[in-house]
């Protein structure tokens, strides 16, 4: 399993979920979305966003390339995000964790392209397996 397309289409998802949130809550009661304005499920998203987000990136970095960039880059979308957050203002949170989510999304595809340019080679790696077969 690619944990960075797994990562970039979770990130891709809050982002949506963020910018999307005041339109369905509009209708949340025509269509029974309540649920998604409960605090726990944007929390939940984030965590499991970090965890894939952690594991692959580091995985890409220490395995594969070498290159902080990616690294870099979703720490900028974690912040983002956690700033998001932090305010008060609606718009303001919206826009600043969509933002931060799509920067997460564009981190997990650098680390993708670079572990594909990448010519370390590590026997215990799947990438390098999948490659053999």
Same mark, same amino acid.
């Given at each position: ?5 797994? =990562? ?17 809550? /509009?209708?949340?009661?025509?269509? =029974?979305? $309540? ?16 965890? %894939? ?5 580091? !995985?890409?970095? @220490? @395995? !594969? ?9 979703? +720490?900028?979308?974690?912040?983002? %995000?956690?700033? =998001?957050?932090?305010?008060?203002? #609606?718009?303001? #949170?919206?826009?600043?964790? /969509? +933002?931060?989510?799509? +920067? +997460?999304?564009?981190?997990?595809? %650098?680390?993708? #392209?670079?572990?594909?340019? /990448? !010519?370390? #080679?590590?026997?215990?790696?799947? $990438?390098?397996?999948?490659? /053999?077969?």
């Amino acid at each position: 399993m690619n944990l960075d397309l797994v =990562g970039f289409s979770v990130s891709l998802l809050c982002a949506v979920h963020c910018a999307a949130l005041p339109f369905l809550l /509009s209708l949340a009661p025509l269509a =029974g979305l $309540h649920y998604l304005n409960n605090p726990w499920i944007e929390y939940a998203i984030i965590l499991l966003s970090f965890c %894939i987000a952690s594991y692959a990136l580091i !995985h890409g970095y @220490r @395995r !594969h390339h070498q290159k902080p960039l990616a690294l870099v880059i979703v +720490v900028v979308g974690f912040i983002l %995000i956690g700033t =998001g957050h932090l305010i008060q203002s #609606e718009w303001k #949170e919206i826009t600043l964790t /969509s +933002v931060g989510a799509v +920067v +997460v999304a564009m981190a997990h595809f %650098i680390n993708w #392209e670079q572990v594909k340019k /990448s !010519h370390v #080679e590590f026997p215990d790696c799947i $990438h390098q397996q999948n490659k /053999s077969k």
